[in-house]
């Protein structure tokens, strides 16, 4: 999935405009960066009224935001159209993102395509990456692996990030490209850099894998888990519980691992409710409460549905042992029982 494209309209502008009451049309984009749509608007309509496609791009571009006037789809896209007609790059690329995501309108793939090689042919870099990932998913294209590698790569050397992010995937998966670890952990630290998440996540995994020349590198595996985990990355945020559980690559912690298994668990992951659950179990940090304990259980197999068979039985025995104490618990008070431990054991997904 394109999660790291960022789904917003470009506002440079193409190519210089003429005056309209003296006063350059880039001073509409001065205004919507500074927050006065309401100048941006005016000037912006002065420019598209008198036919000029720069003027008609950031009017779509209000309209399609809401900024300073209603949001309307549909006058954008009368905007974008007449602007897109006469070769404005910005707008075709705008008009194929709407009908991509169909974001107020009506979702078209075939008609994304279109508008995305117009501009991809006009050397729109964001344009290049969804057209790039399309052929990599054969979205109303053909399925075309070494295409979509083409234009990520084009991208990714003028550094957008979701382009370097999908660059490394296709390293990473042999697909478009030979399989090749050292440049897919390239890519993927180019785009992590740039503050994207996945790659960071990514990078983190091969890193600790010993699988990139050079061998484990696990402090670093842990610096990027880390930034990985605080943007948000679900699990690495398991992943990170795990390392401060073990001590892999940085001071053992339960105190940090309690913490990135609770967020992880309410998050929603699955394995991050059980590693609660277990750690609850455990009083990891010196935390023991089985009643939680045993609420996270079960709600970690309520959510393992799509889990492999041992994995999910592994979950269900956790939750049946701690119902068992839970309910002694109700019917002699307190108890000293304690459930038998469980080694929280770091394992390296794969990449993805």
């Not at 559980?245 to 929603?268: H, I, T, V």
Request: glycine letters at 10%; a negative charge.
């Amino acid at each position: 999935m394109l999660s790291a494209l960022l789904a917003t309209f470009v506002l440079s502008l193409s190519q210089p405009a003429g005056d309209a009451g003296n006063v350059p049309v880039n001073e509409a984009v001065v205004a919507i960066e500074n927050g006065d749509f309401a100048r941006a608007l005016q000037i912006s309509k002065q420019y598209a009224d008198a036919g000029h496609p720069e003027g008609q791009h950031l009017l779509g571009y209000l309209y399609a935001n809401g900024l300073g006037v209603p949001k309307d789809i549909n006058t954008a896209v009368r905007y974008y159209a007449a602007a897109a007609q006469v070769g404005q790059v910005n707008s075709q690329f705008a008009l194929g993102e709407l009908a991509y995501t169909g974001d107020g309108a009506r979702q078209d793939f075939q008609r994304a395509a279109e508008w995305f090689n117009l501009a991809a042919a006009q050397g729109h870099l964001l344009a290049k990456t969804r057209l790039g990932y399309m052929y990599a998913e054969g979205q109303s294209v053909p399925q075309d692996f070494q295409r979509a590698a083409m234009l990520f790569e084009e991208a990714a050397n003028q550094g957008v990030a979701a382009a370097q992010y999908h660059l490394a995937l296709l390293y990473l998966e042999g697909t478009g490209r030979p399989k090749n670890l050292d440049q897919a952990g390239r890519w993927f630290e180019a785009a992590a850099q740039q503050g994207d998440a996945d790659s960071m996540y990514n990078l983190a995994l091969l890193l600790e894998s010993g699988r990139l020349s050079g061998g484990p590198a696990y402090e670093q595996s842990v610096a990027w888990m880390r930034r990985a985990a605080q943007s948000g990355v679900i699990p690495a945020k398991v992943s990170m519980g795990l390392l401060a559980f073990n001590g892999r690559g940085m001071q053992r912690s339960e105190a940090e691992a309690l913490k990135w298994f609770r967020e992880a668990a309410n998050d929603g992951s699955a394995e991050g409710m059980f590693l609660y659950a277990v750690a609850l179990s455990e009083g990891l940090n010196g935390t023991r409460d089985f009643s939680a304990a045993y609420n996270w259980a079960s709600r970690s197999v309520a959510a393992s549905d799509n889990e492999p068979v041992d994995v999910r039985q592994e979950r269900l025995a956790l939750a049946e042992q701690l119902r068992q104490i839970v309910e002694q618990q109700q019917r002699t008070g307190p108890s000293r029982h304690q459930a038998q431990p469980r080694t929280a054991q770091a394992t390296t997904p794969p990449p993805a």
